[in-house]
């Protein structure tokens, strides 16, 4: 067993959420996930700037956990042309508050489970350059490479024996596949 089985570490990361007016008279405010702030203090909608109608908020801090088991999952985004942290979103109605966040996340596999679900709204959020250096540093010390091993066929005869009798507990006298009698004369 590696000794990095169960090894994490944590960063708080604040989450920016911009409140835009909406393009439907469906939807009166388009919410969206912007940027996210490595080592931010504990925030609750915090109003960060306005311009117009638009409006900035310090939503919510939430912890960002990197496991060392995750590890492929980290290098699979940092590879990507843009890696982001996924914020997890869900619009739950609570009170005071219009959005809950309940997730930040450097997996794209994680991010992609949520957003499968169909209830939570996932928003991918360029990481700045100090948080991908230190998301890279631990991707790479606990990384470890699996060797793939192809799996090989038994060596069994499955063709040897008739299957398409049916049922063992019926009694047949023919194959259930034949074609049926057509009564014809």
Do not use: C
């Not at 005071?96 to 709204?121: C, F, H, K, R």
């Not at 350059?129 to 490479?145: P, T």
């Not at 066929?153 to 049926?180: E, M, T, W």
Request: hydrophobic share 40%; proline share 7%; charged share 25%.
């Amino acid at each position: 067993m590696s000794p990095t089985v169960g090894y994490k570490i944590e960063m708080p990361l604040g989450v920016v959420v911009r409140k835009t007016p909406g393009v439907t008279r469906w939807a009166k405010w388009n919410w969206s996930a912007v940027a996210v702030l490595p080592g931010a203090a504990p925030a609750r909608w915090t109003e960060l700037r306005r311009e117009g109608e638009a409006v900035e908020y310090h939503a919510a801090t939430l912890p960002l956990t990197l496991w060392a088991s995750d590890s492929e999952a980290y290098l699979a985004n940092l590879s990507d042309h843009r890696p982001s942290i996924y914020v997890v979103m869900r619009d739950e109605g609570a009170e005071g508050v219009p959005l809950t966040m309940l997730l930040a996340t450097a997996s794209p596999y994680e991010g992609q489970d949520y957003a499968d679900n169909g209830e939570d709204i996932v928003e991918k959020v360029p990481m700045p350059e100090g948080l991908i250096a230190w998301v890279s540093d631990f991707a790479l010390a606990h990384h470890e490479h699996e060797v793939f091993v192809k799996r090989r066929r038994d060596r069994a005869r499955i063709d040897l024996y008739q299957n398409g009798k049916g049922d063992a507990r019926i009694r047949q006298a023919s194959d259930v596949y034949r074609a049926p009698n057509r009564g014809l004369p």
